[in-house]
């Protein structure tokens, strides 16, 4: 059984007034622990700093998007001796200000150096001191470079181009790729995953496609993962990656489109071979009572047939709605469910799901609900809050993203930090995008959660 804490009742004299402090050797309260089906449990809410909403990056654009994805940097992490923790996060936003319209915004992931001073009282911090337990800092920016230093772009794409001579027997060579338009062949990108490799090069998950790219350390891209049909969206029959395609599992009905699919690919040798498709699963997402779909906005790899996923609505501040009904980082485990890969439903004419009911054929992953970002217990905390009003103190809308670090204590060798951040969607008052002014009405900052949690790992 697991166990979910919703806070830890490790407080000094210095915590019971609000003063944050370190603490690695905190030790949870079991009286606040409640039960779910999977081996691990939370101490709760440690962390939160934000990123205002007008800082500017190194190109001169506004700095938003950046909880689209982040990743620990290898190697960064490390406990300090006055009890922090130290390290550098790389955050990568999706495709820059596009209230009005997709714009030609270049692909691109920043450095961000962080110290985090976990806070374990029960007492609420103001909003100015919760941001004491989590600093952050800007250090630099990397862009994204197709094929021949082109530069990305964030361009709805309008066009397709052409797959390159040797594919698929040629592991490098790029499959049909989503450009702009014929006359503007830059690779579009909405980027949405990051994953960093040991010799520098990194993924980078793209929800035009949806595809998989390989960049090499400098941002230039190395290789493109094209999923099975059945995932490539079209209109008419073909493929199409502009946004208002669909794809056929559920489509765009929040009512129909609870069932999504997590793939596995063999990676071990990129360079000499495509990398395979090994497994494939269907994932249950959660639903309101109206049957609407909390959509998946990230995944990130626990150990052994167990992944967090983060599933959502968009409430919260920079939405319409301050209000948000659910937010979790959510437990997933894989178990006996149905290894669906290399089946008819591959194919773009088997969906997994007709009209949101799921084929009779297939059993699906366990989902299991874990840490609740809405709890106002936690959120009360740090100073934060769900709902009205709003201001700089609301809950963001938009939480895209998952880190893990390890505690490094040895009375709990399976404890983590949980780092997640929140797309802010470039919402300020005093923006530059592309180098032209903007104000979006809003000053939505970029927010940052830490939680320290138990997870299912191996000894």
Same mark, same amino acid.
């Given at each position: 059984m697991a166990q979910f804490y919703l806070l830890a009742a490790i407080v000094t004299a210095a915590l019971a007034l609000g003063s944050p402090t370190a603490r690695s050797d905190a030790t949870p309260d079991a009286s606040l622990a409640f039960s779910v089906q999977a081996d691990?449990?939370?101490f709760g809410l440690v962390g939160f700093g934000l990123i205002p909403s007008n800082f500017r990056e190194s190109t001169g654009d506004t700095l938003g998007g950046i909880g689209s994805a982040i990743a620990l940097r290898q190697g960064s992490f490390k406990a300090n001796h006055d009890g922090t923790f130290s390290g550098t996060l790389v955050v990568q936003p999706d495709r820059g200000f596009n209230v009005l319209t997709?714009?030609?915004? =270049?692909?691109? =992931?920043?450095?961000?150096?962080?110290?985090?001073s976990p806070y374990y009282g029960a007492a609420d911090l103001t909003f100015n001191q919760s941001q004491k337990t989590l600093n952050v800092t800007y250090k630099r920016t990397l862009l994204y470079k197709d094929r021949f230093g082109v530069k990305t772009s964030g361009l709805d794409p309008l066009g397709v181009r052409a797959a390159e001579l040797g594919y698929p027997l040629v592991a490098l060579a790029d499959p049909i790729v989503p450009i702009p338009n014929s006359s503007f062949s830059h690779l579009s990108m909405d980027n949405e995953g990051l994953v960093l490799n040991a010799d520098g090069t990194f993924w980078v998950s793209d929800e035009y496609g949806p595809y998989v790219y390989r960049f090499d350390a400098l941002g230039n891209l190395l290789q493109a993962i094209q999923p099975p049909a059945a995932i490539l969206p079209r209109i008419d029959g073909q493929a199409n990656f502009t946004s208002s395609a669909t794809v056929q599992d559920g489509g765009d009905d929040k009512t129909t489109s609870r069932y999504t699919r997590l793939l596995a690919y063999d990676i071990t040798a990129p360079l000499l071979k495509r990398p395979d498709l090994v497994a494939e699963y269907v994932v @249950?997402? @959660? =639903? $309101?009572?109206?049957?609407?779909?909390?959509?998946a906005s990230e995944i990130h790899f626990v150990s052994e047939g167990v992944f967090l996923v983060l599933s959502r609505d968009g409430n919260g501040h920079g939405d319409d709605d301050s209000e948000s $009904?659910?937010?979790g980082i959510d437990l997933v485990m894989i178990g006996d469910a149905t290894d669906i890969h290399g089946s008819k439903f591959d194919n773009a004419l088997n969906p997994i799901a007709v009209n949101g009911t799921l084929n009779s054929q297939i059993k699906p992953v366990t989902y299991i609900p874990f840490v609740d970002m809405l709890n106002s217990t936690q959120l009360a905390r740090f100073g934060l809050h769900n709902g009205d009003p709003v201001d700089a103190t609301l809950i963001d809308g938009k939480w895209e993203s998952i880190a893990l670090a390890p505690v490094g204590d040895p009375k709990f060798p399976h404890d983590f930090f949980l780092f997640t951040a929140a797309d802010n969607d470039f919402l300020t008052t005093d923006g530059i995008s592309l180098g032209v002014p903007y104000n979006a009405g809003l000053d939505n900052d970029n927010q940052f959660l830490v939680y320290r949690v138990t997870l299912p790992t191996a000894q």
């Open positions: 691990g449990k939370t997709t714009i030609n915004y =270049q692909g691109r =992931q920043h450095d961000i150096d962080f110290v985090l @249950p997402l @959660p =639903q $309101s009572k109206k049957n609407k779909t909390f959509a $009904s659910y937010k």
